[in-house]
């Protein structure tokens, strides 16, 4: 069983730049693909960002792209997501998710641990 606990969401004005956290519980942490996802309201959960076991392989939505960065520390069991340069469009819940697999995947029902999400909210 993983445990996950994000954090790191808040209000911030559009231009500006957040780290999420995601914290993992569990031995097995740093053999799991990870990923981050979002949902605003009224729409579906979408991934914004996955990373493989060792963090070197990573993926990214294309609304992402040259703005945020997910990376890991597997000494620290934990996944960030950084947010630069962002836009009231990227107002939404934030879910981290593992999976068992090594590698990243993309899709929800890929994963199979999510943590409970944190609201990040962008000012215009």
Not at 47 to 56: D, E, N, T
Not at 92 to 100: E, I, L, P, R, S
């Amino acid at each position: 069983q993983v445990q996950l606990v994000e954090s790191g969401g808040g209000l911030v004005q559009t231009g500006g730049s957040l780290r999420l956290s995601c914290a993992a519980s569990g031995r097995t942490f740093n053999s799991y693909g990870m990923g981050w996802f979002r949902q605003a309201p009224g729409k579906e959960r979408d991934i914004v960002a996955a990373i493989g076991w060792s963090g070197r392989s990573t993926y990214y939505a294309d609304s992402a792209k040259g703005r945020f960065t997910i990376s890991r520390d597997n000494a620290k069991n934990t996944v960030y997501l950084q947010m630069n340069s962002l836009k009231p469009e990227d107002t939404a819940v934030y879910y981290c998710a593992a999976t068992t697999k090594s590698y990243y995947v993309i899709q929800v029902y890929e994963y199979d641990y999510w943590g409970q999400g944190t609201q990040v909210t962008v000012s215009s």
